[in-house]
Nanobody
Framework: QVQLVESGGGLVQAGGSLRLSCAVS????????MAWFRQAPGKEREFVTS????????RYADSVKGRFTISRDTATNTVSLQMNSLKPEDTAVYYC??????????????????????WGQGTQVTVSS
């Protein structure tokens, strides 16, 4: 079992920055993929970015490329999301998620929310114009 706890959300003006953190606990994570999803009111939950715990390989949604950076700290078991140049359309509840890829060298990384097994409670990010 894996437990995920997000923190760091808040209100920021357009163009500003926020850093989200996800504390990971419960078991070893070598083959796990960690991700951030977001869900705006009235919209489906969408993939933002992911990182393979051991390899550190990343994937980003086109909408956040060049602005958001995912990272993980294997010493503190934390996954972070640095969000720069925030836009009003980034406003959403942000969720940390995880699944066990079963491999240190997965061929592909999942990006659909239904394929992730573990979820945090979410943290609100609001970007004002």
């Amino acid at each position: 079992q894996v437990q995920l706890v997000e923190s760091g959300g808040g209100l920021v003006q357009a163009g500003g920055s926020l850093r989200l953190s996800c504390a990971v606990s419960g078991r070893t994570f070598g083959t796990y993929v960690m991700a951030w999803f977001r869900q705006a009111p009235g919209k489906e939950r969408e993939f933002v970015t992911s990182i393979h715990w051991s390899r550190g390989s990343t994937r980003y949604a086109d909408s956040v490329k060049g602005r958001f950076t995912i990272s993980r700290d294997t010493a503190t078991n934390t996954v972070s999301l640095q969000m720069n140049s925030l836009k009003p359309e980034d406003t959403a509840v942000y969720y940390c998620a995880a699944y066990n890829s079963g491999s240190y060298y997965p061929i592909s990384i999942r990006s659909r929310s239904t394929e992730y097994d573990y979820w945090g409670q979410g943290t609100q990010v609001t970007v004002s114009s």
